[in-house]
C-alpha cells in the first residue's frame, strides 16, 4: 500500500521559515496528486495546498498564498512544502496526502494519509 511519512516539523519563531517532506512508497509517485493539509485540535482539517501530478498545476488556500510553496521531485518520490513567514496561527500538525489522478481540493477525495509533523510558530 502506499505510505506516506513527513518530517522537517519543528518549533519556530514568528516570522521564520520551515520546509517540510513527505517520502512516498508504494505505488507509482507520479500517478498520484498530493496535497499538504493541517489541523489544529477542535478545528477541522483544511487544505494549504495540492499539486498535480506532473507539477504544473497548483493550488494554494488564501491563508498561506504568497507564503507557502508545494512541489515535488517525481524522481525522490518527495513532495515538499517550504513555508515562510510564518505565523502563531499557522501552528498546527501538517499532513501530506495523495490520490490516484488530477487535483481535487475536497478532503475526503484523498486516499492515503502521513502520519503528521507538528509544526509550533511560537517565540
Known amino acids: 500500500q502506499v505510505q506516506l511519512v513527513e518530517s522537517g516539523g519543528d518549533l519556530v519563531q514568528p516570522g521564520g521559515s520551515l520546509r517540510l517532506s513527505c517520502a512516498a512508497s508504494g505505488g507509482l509517485f507520479s500517478a498520484y496528486a498530493m496535497g499538504w493539509f493541517r489541523q489544529t485540535p477542535g478545528k477541522e482539517r483544511e487544505i494549504l495546498a495540492a499539486?498535480?501530478?506532473?507539477?504544473?498545476?497548483?493550488y494554494y488556500a488564501d491563508s498561506v498564498k504568497g507564503r507557502f510553496t508545494i512541489s515535488r521531485d517525481n524522481a525522490k518520490n518527495t513532495l515538499y512544502l517550504q513555508m515562510n513567514s510564518l505565523k502563531p496561527e499557522d501552528t498546527a500538525v501538517y499532513y501530506c496526502?495523495?490520490?490516484?489522478?488530477?487535483?481535487?481540493?475536497?478532503?475526503?477525495?484523498?486516499?492515503?494519509w502521513g502520519q503528521g509533523t507538528q509544526v509550533t510558530v511560537s517565540s
Open positions: 499539486i498535480s501530478r506532473s507539477g504544473l498545476g497548483t
Open positions: 496526502a495523495s490520490r490516484p489522478g488530477e487535483i481535487k481540493m475536497q478532503k475526503d477525495a484523498y486516499d492515503y
